[in-house]
Nanobody
Framework: QVQLAESGGGSVESGGSLRLSCTAS????????LGWFRQAPGKEREGVAL???????NYANSVKGRFTISHDNTKTTVYLQMNSLKPEDTAMYYC????????????????????WGNGIQVTISS
């Protein structure tokens, strides 16, 4: 059974940084679409960043230049470095992974990923 576990969330002041990590268990072949999504209270889920396992990344306009997605060589751990955090970045952050390459349903907009973590809270105070 594949499970994704997020870590690294918490509360920081506006302008601060956090690094989220997400590690997969029960799967060693590597994922070729890894991503981060978030959902704030009362809002729909939003795609934050995707990495296709071959070096291509894609970001939501709201985080471009501030967030960086990366993964380890095994493609079973994905990271999200978040800098210059703003109060509007406050949300529950979910990692997601799929053994297929990004594209089609596997996108920031559609979020059609096979595996999802349970989420981790990120709170930014002004």
């Amino acid at each position: 059974q594949v499970q994704l576990a997020e870590s690294g969330g918490g509360s920081v002041e506006s302008g601060g940084s956090l690094r989220l990590s997400c590690t997969a268990s029960g799967y060693t072949a590597g994922f070729y679409c890894l991503g981060w999504f978030r959902q704030a209270p009362g809002k729909e889920r939003e795609g934050v960043a995707l990495a296709d396992g071959y070096g291509t990344t894609n970001y939501a306009n709201s985080v471009k230049g501030r967030f960086t997605i990366s993964h380890d060589n095994t493609k079973t751990t994905v990271y999200l470095q978040m800098n210059s955090l703003k109060p509007e970045d406050t949300a529950m952050y979910y990692c997601a992974a799929d053994p297929r390459r990004c594209g089609g349903d596997r996108s920031l907009v559609r979020g059609g990923m096979k595996y999802w973590g349970n989420g981790i809270q990120v709170t930014i105070s002004s």
